[in-house]
């Protein structure tokens, strides 16, 4: 069965330090998704592509997140410099196109110190 | 111990027993809604979703109830098994872009 992938499944830092996760979608599917969940809370949306084009970025901490999809394919989110509250699960999601469920990895810990 | 963060409503349900878990949704213009299932440390995993056009579906063992009038969605489990506990998302789609906004979630504990 097609999953999602995402790497690393855990990361330790320090605050200051840049850090990057990555995520590779199910095959054909245009739209990825990029999720921030903080523990005991559900997912927020940080950013959104539609292919390599970006439809949804409001939420995305721009001062020091990025996030590039640069052939439409796997994806990368870069935090520099990480800051304590950064801490969370970083989630990725794909889906075909259009409205319907969300096919999610099983996320990138980040823990910063 | 997880003791940082928000402390999630529980439902604890003994084993063999049906569960409800409720979600107010916050878009009236919302047409598309989804229930996940989250366990510890893993990435939330599809349930059973639900259009704006239907008020009911069922999946196996599972019923989502949908009441646009009051924005209300309910997530129904029959015999409640122990590998049913974990938390449990509802999400809405307002946009046609397919961005789902989750909701808080509610952490089911199935005891025997």
């Known amino acids: 069965e097609a999953e999602v992938a995402q790497s690393p499944r855990y990361k330790i830092t320090e605050k200051s330090q840049a850090v990057a996760f990555w995520c590779d979608p199910i095959s054909g599917h245009a739209t990825l998704y990029w999720y921030r969940q903080i523990l005991g809370q559900g997912p927020e949306l940080l950013v959104q592509f539609q292919d390599e084009s970006v439809v949804d970025d409001s939420q995305l901490p721009k001062d020091r997140f990025s996030a590039e999809r640069l052939k439409g394919v796997d994806s990368t989110l870069k935090i520099q410099p990480a800051e304590l509250g950064d801490s969370a699960m970083y989630l990725c999601?794909?889906?075909?196109?259009?409205?319907?469920?969300?096919?999610f990895g099983e996320g990138s810990r980040l823990t910063v110190l | 111990g997880e003791s940082v963060g928000l402390h999630l409503p529980t439902l604890s349900v003994q084993e063999g027993d049906n569960s409800i878990i409720n979600c107010a949704y916050s878009n009236s213009a919302s047409d598309y809604f989804i229930w996940y299932k989250q366990e510890s440390g893993k990435g939330p995993q599809f349930i059973i979703d639900?259009?704006?056009?239907?008020d009911k579906r069922q999946g196996q063992r599972v019923t989502v109830l949908l009441n646009k009038t009051v924005k209300h969605l309910s997530l129904q489990i029959a015999a409640t098994q122990p590998g049913d506990s974990a938390v449990y998302f509802c999400?809405?789609?307002?946009?046609?872009?397919?961005?789902?906004?989750f909701g808080a979630g509610t952490q089911v504990v199935v005891t025997p």
């Open positions: 999400a809405e789609n307002s946009d046609s872009w397919g961005k789902l906004q």
């Open positions: 999601a794909s889906s075909p196109q259009g409205i319907g469920e969300l096919f």
């Open positions: 639900i259009r704006s056009n239907m």
